[in-house]
């Protein structure tokens, strides 16, 4: 049976105050010099969501910081030696003709500056890992483009050209010595790249909640790992129509308790927002509420274990949806407090979505309590 409304009345967690509330924001202009013109993975949304923070005036209470381009081995963690030169190559190439966009399939361009943009991204994403373990800050957001949780080790595909939370996680494994990562992915999309790159990987726990039947076309149930990773993978694939019914159980009824069991060390968020009921690319129907639930609940996970959590930009394609939404989880972030009422609470969900929820439970039994 799926939970009903009185198991969530009362707050799973062990206090409603956050000790730690300091949150950084990455940005820099050679984001926007991956240039796409007319995809739907655009320039513009970074610059609709960088105005709408501006404008929200959040003073000191976020430090804004600029990353250095990634190292070659931070990228070398992660992907290969081929990969990487094929996307110099098509930038060089978008060069030499005056920046005209080189396809490295139907979904993905290079343009001139791409190249730049996609090792600032990495490292952009290095940085926060750094600014987290380092300088103690709890919620470090990097608004990056191109995203990456598409990329594999050896291909870059659906708008994605490295994958930026995969070669964060390994670079705080290799510079900070961590043992266990929780990578949770709430983007429409699966994260194919992300979890093929640990899918054997008991270190890093991938799990991600997507529409089902969409690009790419991974992330089944099924789908829980190999070898010693087997466990370490978490699939819960939803129906076009679901939304924040599936998120809130997602949160509280897979996340919460996987991380209590797992006790991660650090927590990354793959932060889609085209589950947003406004986005034109997916059929999710999650409101603006629901994504600032959901940076609410990560930080209650968070702020129990005493970790810090890395929110990395993904998709999301609606500029309106973008911009709201990023505003609204901008004051989930540096609230101190929380009342029970501001995490998700689920409604009774459809019985598809209950019997998802069910073959996911059976699924994971011999690795997880859920
Ligand atoms: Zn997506």
New binding site residues.
Partial sequence: MFPDHDIFDAPDFQGTKFTNSRTAVIFHNDFLLHDTGNHPENAKRLVVIKDALERENFGDSINWIEPDLCSEDDLFRCHTRAQVERIRLANQKSIENDGRLVHLDSDTPVSAGTFNAAKRAVGASCKAIDLILEENFQNVWALVRP?GHHATSERSMGFCIFNNVACAAEYARAKHGLKRIMIVDI???HGNGTQDIFYSDPGILYSSIHQSYHFPGTGHIDEIGSSDGKGYTVNFPVLAGSGNGEFAIYGRQIIAPIASQYLPQLLIVSF?I?AHVMDP??ALQVSTEYFAKMVTLFRAIASDLGIGIFFAL???YSLSALSETMVECMHASVADYFDPGSLPMPYRPSPVSQDTFDRLVSALSGYWRL
């Fill in positions: 995203p983007d429409l999309h889609g085209d690319l997916g993904e998709g999301g």
